[in-house]
């Protein structure tokens, strides 16, 4: 089992920024792929970034290229989001995942989530 908790997320208005870690635990050696998703409310779960141990390749959705980074720290088994110039319609609740494999398309362990607010 792998155990990945969140936490960074808040309030900030917009234009101001925000980073979002994500601690991996328990069998967090055998994942490859880390990304962050987040879930607006009324919306689907959508994807923003992602990271591939393995391969240092990182992935963004087009609506955060160049606003958002995505960074690990493999001694703290842990992964990163770094979110600037945050617009209102960034506001949903962010959820870290990771898999075995190199970017998935279904990830097989999910965190709690993370609430980011951003007022205008």
């Known amino acids: 089992q792998v155990q990945l908790v969140e936490s960074g997320g808040g309030s900030v208005q917009a234009g101001g920024s925000l980073r979002l870690s994500c601690a991996a635990s328990?069998?967090?050696?055998?994942?490859?792929?880390m990304g962050w998703f987040r879930q607006a409310p009324g919306k689907e779960r959508v994807f923003v970034a992602a990271?591939?141990?393995?391969?240092?390749?990182?992935r963004y959705a087009d609506s955060v290229k160049g606003r958002f980074t995505i960074s690990r720290d493999n001694a703290k088994n842990t992964v990163y989001l770094q979110m600037n110039s945050l617009k209102p319609e960034d506001t949903a609740v962010y959820y870290c995942?990771?898999?075995?494999?190199?970017?998935?398309?279904?990830?097989?362990?999910w965190g709690q989530g993370t609430q980011v607010t951003v007022s205008s």
């Open positions: 990271i591939s141990w393995s391969t240092a390749i990182t």
């Open positions: 328990g069998r967090s050696f055998s994942m490859d792929t």
């Open positions: 995942a990771a898999d075995r494999a190199v970017f998935p398309t279904q990830y097989d362990y």
